[in-house]
């Protein structure tokens, strides 16, 4: 399932906690998609606590709590970890992730938390969602088999890498637009992952937002560059962004565009698609401006000045993404769409 789609899912179990049809969600996909951060995404926009278990790295005493003599009978002290109304708030998301690597004697102490929202005489308070993340046995990561019991207690969701999705995210957390311009020439590159090959450094969605924060350290430094960016994405991959970077020389005046001026398109396929998305970057920061309007139609005049109408219908698609419905209410849009009628426009 697409993230766009997840998170819809993820939004609509939270919510169901108040009417208590709430579903326990296991979100199963390879390492480095961003599986952690898609529920972190959901704590934020709800502005309630996340509680992030890793389950992989305790022992069954760490969930079950330490048992004390009180009287002639024992008693159990809960985790301070686990969900407390007073302590982290009446509402919430309980993450347990990783819990594929968890080894089965602490799976199992997981069992009656998960189905059943207790443990002994602890409960999870009634506004907190459970949700949880693991890899999947196929790649490499250190993974358990999910025992029966402990699956019947979810519902499960395959992650799907999605370049517009990443993209319009990487738009949102202002990640370098030359990360976002290759990513568009070599779609490929998002996620390239071969476990046969057990890989140390590989493309990845959290490897390329390694990548945006070299590019920004290193960019002043070209002969420690390139080492950087195969230190994140890999070797092949480093060198194809690298090399792709030093091109950009090459860019056409962006702020002779945005003031509307007669700029012609470059002919390499690889300048395009970095015009592209610096054009969107640009729809962005306008958002909101007195120019804006301006900016808008200027970018659409240029969006229609491309051979390949195709590269036109990414741009738009994307600044569409990135600021929304008042792209339709700018004039030079109907003429635009007018323009690129034989193309659809969003799948």
């Known amino acids: 399932m697409r993230v766009s789609q997840l998170l819809m899912v993820l939004d609509e179990e939270f919510k169901s906690t108040d009417s208590g049809h709430h579903t326990p969600v296991m979100i199963w996909g390879p390492p480095g998609v961003g599986k952690s951060q898609l529920v972190s995404q959901i704590a934020e926009k709800h502005q309630h606590q996340m509680i992030d ?3 992989s790295q305790m022992e069954p005493s760490d969930l ?17 970890m686990l969900p407390n109304a007073k302590r982290h708030g009446e509402k919430g998301i309980l993450f347990l992730d990783e819990i594929t690597s968890a080894p089965p004697s602490v799976s199992a102490a997981a069992y009656q938390l998960i189905l059943d929202r207790r443990l002994g005489d602890y409960q999870i308070p009634d506004g907190w969602a459970i949700f949880a993340a693991g890899n999947r046995q196929g790649d490499r990561g250190v993974t358990y ?27 949102q957390q202002n990640i370098d637009e030359k990360i976002i311009a290759f990513l568009r020439f070599r779609p490929e590159l998002l996620f ?12 990845s969605p959290r490897s390329w937002e390694f990548a945006h924060r070299a590019v920004h350290k290193f960019s002043s430094q070209p002969k420690l560059l390139l080492g950087a960016l195969q230190a994140c994405v890999g070797p092949a991959a480093g060198i194809e962004l690298n090399a792709f970077i030093d091109n950009l020389e090459h860019m056409p005046d962006l702020d002779a565009i945005i003031k509307g ?12 698609y970095a015009v592209a998305t610096a ?10 401006t007195e120019s804006s309007t301006e900016t808008y139609t200027n970018i659409l005049k240029y969006a229609a000045s491309f051979k390949q109408k195709e590269m036109g219908v990414m741009l738009v698609s994307d600044m569409h993404r990135a600021i929304g419905e008042d792209l339709f209410a ?17 799948s």
Do not use: C
């Open 192 to 203: 390239d992952f071969d476990p046969t090959h057990n890989p140390v450094a590989f493309p």
């Open 330 to 346: 700018v004039e030079e849009f109907a003429n635009w769409a007018d323009a690129i009628a034989d193309i659809m426009l969003y």
């Open 279 to 288: 054009l969107v970057g640009r729809a962005i920061r306008a958002k909101g």
């Open 64 to 80: 079950r709590g330490i048992p004390f003599r009180d009287g002639d009978s024992v008693e159990w002290a809960v985790p301070s």
């Open 53 to 55: 278990i890793r389950l």
């Open 145 to 171: 088999s999910m025992p029966a019991p402990l699956a019947n207690r979810f519902s499960h969701y395959e992650f799907e890498v999605n370049l517009d999705d990443w993209v319009a995210w990487a738009y």
């Open 261 to 272: 001026q007669q700029v012609p398109v470059p002919k390499e396929i690889d300048l395009q």
